[in-house]
């Protein structure tokens, strides 16, 4: 069956613009969550969800990051006035319930801010 | 001290040859386990999850000493596409699903 997909899979944008990334996470997974990778780091994680709620932003690195999840399927990760240091790949992962399943990741959006 | 630690390597091995890696984490509650293989500037991908009994899956077994907080993946008999980063990954203790990563180690196998 179909992975995790997300959009765009590259994304260029200047400096103090806002970014909409977008994940689509595998049918009949609940849980979804966000990571990202900068370059020659390891997967930061960022925020979860569980149906469209998100209990815990505090992974996210600031306050220009927020993510919302609607029909219990797609979610979207806004980040405004972007920085040079958001530059990252961001990474999408779904389960089929939160806790201890298996995360199956999406291809990632790479993100470059120049 | 880094939550999960893994020696980053390089591993440089022939093909044929069997390569260990090792892992420890620092959360004593932590819950569930895995390992991930992410090749270049790809995601990662679920490699194979580790159990207290240990588990095998083809040529790779994974191993895991909760006492000593200890994790590890073993490859026999590697082959040229087994040339990735693995990534020792571990579940947080709360069952909100927030995995952890460690650095991963790189493994190049060569003809």
């Known amino acids: 069956g179909a992975g995790v997909s997300q959009s765009p899979s590259n994304k260029v944008t200047e400096k103090g613009k806002d970014v909409e990334l977008r994940c689509d996470p595998i049918s009949g997974h609940t849980a979804l969550y966000w990571y990202r990778q900068s370059l020659g780091q390891g997967l930061e994680f960022l925020i979860y969800f569980q149906g469209n709620s998100a209990p815990d932003k505090s992974g996210l690195p600031s306050d220009r990051f927020s993510a919302e999840r609607t029909g219990g399927s797609v979610s979207t990760l806004t980040i405004q006035r972007t920085q040079q240091e958001d530059s990252a790949v961001y990474l999408c992962?779904?389960?089929?319930?939160?806790?201890?399943?298996?995360?199956?990741f999406g291809p990632g959006t790479r993100l470059t801010v120049t | 001290r880094k939550e999960v630690e893994q020696d980053p390597g390089p591993f440089n091995v022939p093909e044929g040859a069997t390569v260990a890696f090792n892992c420890t984490y620092s959360n004593s509650a932590s819950q569930s386990f895995f390992w991930y293989r992410q090749d270049c500037r790809k995601e990662p991908k679920l490699l194979m999850s580790v159990y207290s009994s240990g588990n095998e899956d083809g040529r790779f077994t994974a191993q895991l000493n909760r006492a000593s907080q200890y994790i590890s993946l073993l490859i026999r008999d590697s082959k040229l596409s087994d040339s990735a980063t693995y990534l020792c990954v571990v579940n947080g203790a709360s069952n909100t699903g927030k995995l952890i990563f460690g650095q991963g180690t790189t493994l190049q196998v060569k003809p």
């Open positions: 992962a779904s389960s089929l319930s939160l806790g201890l399943y298996e995360q199956y």
